[in-house]
């Protein structure tokens, strides 16, 4: 325990300052030394919604957006209660729903996956398949104290096919589960898709920064965004690049059995997603929620990073979703 926090501290990764109300430290997991962050009330609040990361990504992917969440759930969610029409999501005011919500008392959490960024990275081109994230997943939700207070857990994209296993795996650790800019069927192959994890094995991590960013060079970038996936893309495995860029375009899709979570556990469930998303089409997005029984949020002039594209809106999309929950 460091300075009453129960967590070992890490250095922050890539080139985003930690917000001042967050920190950076570590999971301790049978995999390894797994890095998140977290804000500073974690210890201590009540309810805890944790984020997954998706594919190429890491927990920085969060930091422009954590601000606008953080601000929301100290101060913007009351105020929003007097103009619903202002937010994209169909639940109602969470007052009326839940009046025991507390938004002062959420922590939020991100955590880099096995071979993102800074996290442990097996050097073993079968330690990642699906199975395995997954297995992580449940760990650091125990390590988090899920048992006591079950999480609210939120995956993007690949954090999203990961975060509905884990679900079915341990739905006594969740509160709530919400998939954003994330298919439940696998993204369509093609000729460059298939031969990615044999490319990325062969040349590595890197290789993937010249697919995304073809016209910039090897060096630091003024685009922090940028920047960061340059640093990731050095740092992450390319076992876990490669693994990852095979099994979703053929993992099988869950929603049936995720239907039935959702009727046996009576967790919530949320779908939300960028309209002008290029990695699925709207319509698995749709498919999925008409077969959970739920109302997606979609988020206009929004693509597969809705959270970047529209974060004030998501943030409120989000804590009225938890509110309901």
């Not at 944790?50 to 969440?69: M, Q």
Request: glycine content about 6%; charged content about 25%; aromatic content about 12%.
């Amino acid at each position: 325990m460091v300075d009453g926090f129960r967590f070992p501290r890490v250095p922050q990764f890539g080139p985003f300052d930690t917000p001042g109300f967050m920190r950076t430290f570590g999971i301790d997991c049978s995999v390894g030394r797994l890095t998140a962050m977290a804000s500073r009330n974690l210890d201590t609040a009540k309810r805890v919604a944790v984020f997954i990361p998706g594919y190429t990504g890491s927990k920085e992917d969060f930091i422009p957006f954590f601000p606008y969440l953080w601000r929301e759930l100290r101060s913007g969610y009351e105020a929003s209660l007097g103009d619903a029409s202002s937010s994209p999501s169909p639940f109602p005011a969470p007052p009326a729903a839940r009046p025991d919500f507390d938004p002062h008392d959420v922590a939020i959490v991100a955590y880099s996956q096995r071979g993102q960024a800074d996290s442990a990275a097996p050097n073993d081109r079968h330690a990642y398949e699906l199975n395995d994230f997954v297995a992580d997943g449940c760990e650091v939700l125990e390590r988090l104290g899920a048992a006591d207070r079950p999480i609210d857990l939120v995956g993007h994209s690949f954090g999203g096919v990961v975060a509905r296993r884990v679900a079915l795996r341990r739905p006594e650790l969740l509160r709530s589960l919400t998939m954003f800019d994330s298919g439940a069927v696998p993204v369509k192959l093609s000729p460059v898709i298939k031969a990615g994890p044999f490319l990325i094995r062969l040349l590595g991590s890197m290789s993937m920064y010249w697919a995304y960013r073809p016209k910039l060079r090897d060096e630091p970038q003024a685009d922090r965004l940028a920047e960061l996936f340059r640093q990731c893309m050095h740092a992450s495995s390319k076992y876990h690049l490669a693994s990852v860029a095979d099994f979703m375009t053929k993992f099988d899709d869950v929603t049936e059995e995720l239907n039935m979570f959702h009727v046996k556990h009576g967790v919530p469930i949320n779908i939300m997603y960028g309209r002008n998303d290029d990695v699925w089409p709207n319509e698995v997005y749709d498919a999925e929620a008409a077969a959970l029984g739920i109302t997606p949020v979609v988020f206009e002039d929004a693509a597969h990073l809705a959270q970047d594209d529209q974060p004030e809106d998501f943030a409120r999309a989000l804590v009225r979703f938890w509110a309901a929950a």
